[in-house]
């Protein structure tokens, strides 16, 4: 069964510096994809990020990028400068190309990332 | 382009008391609907997705159901409430023509408190 784990339930940041925000998953199937996702104080959930199982590099976006190391199922979400506004909880969370038509996105148990000034 | 509207926003109701939270999709057609719960600083729950009217399925068992009664619409509900369904819902879609890179789009989310 399929299943993502972070392991870091909060973490702290200093303004303008990187920070590391670590997933692992578990997946028997060889297609897949990786995605984060942000969720501030609000509540909504913005979507960050994607990987996919058969990419060959790391994706990145803006700020965000991914750092996939598929032998060792790590999917860490890197984000550099850090700003005030990007204090939140972060999701990891995967679909396996098994799921077929379902779309099923599994979700690990988030990690709270808060900037300091 | 597509919208994802959730109601309401903030409910509190009683132990013993039914329940139903609606999900609407504009702009789209045949999506894949989701309902996840979250409780407090927690991950997110898949509880129930369906990918066409009429069709539902459940991954946890528990005190909640869902109905998919039109395309765009899915509708969560209860007959009586218990205080673990507390939390918070969030409703997704997802256009059915699926890759592995399709992201979720998330609506807004109802918080739910059983007293």
């Known amino acids: 069964a399929q299943k993502i784990t972070q392991t870091q339930p909060g973490m702290f940041v200093q303004e303008k510096e990187a920070v590391t925000l670590d997933c692992t998953y578990d997946?028997?199937?060889?297609?897949?994809?990786l995605f984060w996702y942000k969720q501030p104080s609000s509540g909504e959930m913005i979507f960050l990020i994607y990987?996919?199982?058969?990419?060959?590099q790391n994706a990145t976006e803006g700020r965000y990028s991914l750092n996939f190391q598929k032998a060792r199922k790590s999917a860490n979400l890197v984000i550099s400068a850090s700003q005030l506004g990007d204090s939140a909880m972060y999701f990891c969370?995967?679909?396996?190309?098994?799921?077929?038509?379902?779309?099923?996105?599994?979700f690990g148990q988030g990690t709270t990332l808060q900037v300091k000034p | 382009s597509q919208t994802i509207h959730q109601w309401p926003a903030t409910l509190v109701q009683p132990v013993g008391s039914p329940l139903s939270l609606e999900c609407t999709v504009e702009?789209?057609?045949?999506?894949?609907l989701y309902w996840y719960r979250q409780a407090a600083g927690r991950g997110l729950q898949l509880l129930f997705y369906?990918?066409?009217?009429?069709?539902i399925s459940s991954e946890v068992p528990q005190n909640l159901s869902a109905s998919r009664p039109q395309d765009r619409q899915f509708i969560l509900s209860s007959k009586k409430l218990l205080l673990s369904d507390s939390g918070f819902y969030l409703c997704?879609?997802?256009?059915?023509?699926?890759?592995?890179?399709?992201?979720?789009?998330f609506g807004s989310g109802t918080q739910l408190s059983v007293l």
């Open positions: 997704a879609w997802a256009p059915r023509t699926l890759t592995t890179n399709e992201k979720l789009f």
């Open positions: 369906s990918v066409g009217i009429g069709q």
């Open positions: 702009g789209t057609s045949n999506p894949n």
């Open positions: 990987q996919g199982s058969y990419d060959e």
């Open positions: 969370a995967m679909r396996e190309g098994g799921s077929g038509n379902t779309g099923k996105l599994i």
């Open positions: 997946t028997s199937d060889q297609s897949y994809g």
